[in-house]
């Protein structure tokens, strides 16, 4: 059963929202964040961000340069 508002994200057993692993590769993000090479991983994003969610690595990666 889905469980609404999760964002594609799932529920551990102690009720924890799972994050997306740090070496998932940028070019496997359901939507790509275009400041940042296919290959690059989400680690090295939230390392070059700060920050820890994809939506909030995404809005700090808008206001970066390339």
């Known amino acids: 059963m889905k ?4 964002d594609g994200r799932h529920r551990a057993k102690n009720g924890e ?3 997306k692993r ?3 590769l940028n070019k496997n993000l359901s939507k790509p964040i275009p400041q940042f090479s ?3 991983t989400l680690g090295k994003m939230r390392a070059r961000t700060g920050k820890i969610s ?3 690595v995404r809005r700090a ?3 970066l340069k390339k």
Do not use: M, V, Y
């Open 3 to 6: 469980e609404p508002g999760l």
């Open 61 to 63: 990666a808008a206001k």
């Open 17 to 19: 929202i799972q994050r």
């Open 22 to 24: 740090s070496d998932t």
């Open 38 to 40: 296919p290959n690059t």
């Open 54 to 56: 994809e939506a909030d």
